[in-house]
């Protein structure tokens, strides 16, 4: 177990080494059973963490400023429309100014190609961590919530089939950053991946490269395919979710042509049977009802959402404390 984090940026998972993730997952362990018992968990006593949102969130956000407040710190929540980044402001001058106020910068910039470069600007110039709240590409708070659900229903996690299906939705164009950090992911803990999407919503070539070296590091499994059934027959874990064709198309168009010729790839109670008796069904959330999945799914025995977005306060619990905290 790794034990000096305090000032490390959390950008990605990528760049968090399997003993330091481990010691994420036992902190968000202790402080999901210390939440449960009223145990006050004041790690953070008085620090302040700015949160930048450049788009919505309920579940960021929340888990954000209740987890801080848990911990004795408060976040300061910051609508970047009503920042000076909306004049232009750079990310150095932000980050400079914010880290000289606080203890921790949050980010959520999802736009193509900006997001990420945004963020670790910001973490180049900050005196403070910064922590990635969703970029384009990486969403390392989710990721690392998945995780700690899988490992809390499944125990070992070591061969279990996971697959990460792309699924018809016309919400809005979402970001590829959720598929992308669980096919990196969840290959460092022995999971058997598949991804399954249509032709036109392929992820980064570099991506797969790096997740099939996780694979092989980690004795795990990536299998890329276009076939739904194949992806939800036999599978432990499934997580049918929306996202755009980013790689292929820079448009913010939501629905166009490739969109409209997949609307068959929904989650069903059908495509559900071809799974393992005991299979899981997972979603980052916000869902799409009735076009990414049927709502017989979504709130049937199988579904595990809402315990996987109640991991989400315990882990961003723990990437403050860690990162934010005094050793
Ligand atoms: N899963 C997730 O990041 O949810 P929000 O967009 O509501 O924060």
Redesign the pocket.
Known sequence: MQTQMKGKDFITLQEWNNDEIDTLLDVSFDLKRKFAMGVDTPYLLRKTAFLMFF?????????MEAGLAQLGGHANFLDTSTMQVSHGEVAKDTGVILGSYGHGIAC?NCFWEIGNDYIRNLAKHAKVPVMN??CDLY?P??GLADLMTIQEKKKDTRNLKVSVIWAYATSHKKPIS?PLTQVLLFPRYGMDVTLAYPKGYELPDWVIEQARENAKKNNGKLTITHDQEEAYRDADIVIPKNWGSWVSNKSDDVIDDLLEANKYWKCTEELMSLAKDDVMYMH???ADRGNEVEDSVIDGPHSIVFDE?EN?LHTAKAVMSVTMGSK
């Not at 788009?55 to 888990?63: A, K």
């Open positions: 788009e919505q969130s309920t579940r960021t956000r929340n888990s959520r709240l969703q969403h708070m989710q959720v980052a959330l916000p977005a989400r």
